[in-house]
């Protein structure tokens, strides 16, 4: 089994700046790519950033510029520094993982979810 947890996430200001991070634990035998998508209330999941194991990168068109998602393999941790926020980013943002448990079986992996909130 493997397990996603995040933290970050909260209240700020339009402008302002959170950073997000996930840690995979468990059954791991290779991490393909992290990345973070986020889903608002009747709102399709999309994808916001995503980091494989080459620390190769892609940003939803809305975001680029503004987050910066980065990547800790020895540690299996993927963060998310987002800055320069308005209240369109706010949503609940997941962690999500493509991950191996041995040589030749990989499942993707969600976190539990973390609110962001961008408001005066």
């Known amino acids: 089994q493997v397990q996603l947890v995040e933290s970050g996430g909260g209240l700020v200001q339009p402008g302002g700046s959170l950073s997000l991070s996930c840690a995979a634990s468990?059954?791991?035998?290779?991490?393909?790519?992290m990345g973070w998508y986020r889903q608002g209330l009747g709102k399709q999941r999309e994808l916001v950033a995503q980091?494989?194991?080459?620390?190769?990168?892609n940003y939803a068109d809305s975001v680029k510029g503004r987050f910066t998602i980065s990547r800790n393999n020895a540690m299996n941790t993927v963060y998310l520094q987002m800055n320069s926020l308005t209240p369109g980013d706010t949503d609940v943002y997941y962690c999500?993982?493509?991950?191996?448990?041995?040589?030749?079986?990989?499942?993707?992996?969600w976190g539990q979810g973390t609110q962001v909130t961008v408001s005066s």
């Open positions: 999500n993982g493509r991950i191996y448990t041995s040589e030749n079986t990989w499942n993707e992996y």
């Open positions: 468990g059954s791991i035998f290779h991490i393909v790519a």
């Open positions: 980091i494989t194991s080459g620390h190769s990168t």
